[in-house]
């Protein structure tokens, strides 16, 4: 069983584990995305999270 130094470590084996082409955004392909609060996603995805936790929640 691997081990790692510290949460970032395992964090970045399971999304190589996960995504071994590179993380796509699944709302738009972009390959241009960073870490959320529960997952990854690009900007656009960030800011439709974003309205629709100011709309009361998902549709």
């Excluded at 590179?22 to 996603?41: D, E, N």
Aim: hydrophobic share 30%; proline share 7%; charged share 30%.
């Amino acid at each position: 069983m691997a081990t790692f130094p510290d949460d970032a470590a395992w964090a970045e084996h399971l999304a190589r584990k996960r995504w071994p082409d590179r993380f796509a955004c699944p709302h738009c392909g972009s390959r241009r995305a960073g870490a959320l609060r529960r997952g990854r996603g690009c900007s656009s995805a960030r800011e439709r999270a974003r309205s629709q936790a100011a709309e009361g929640g998902p549709r």
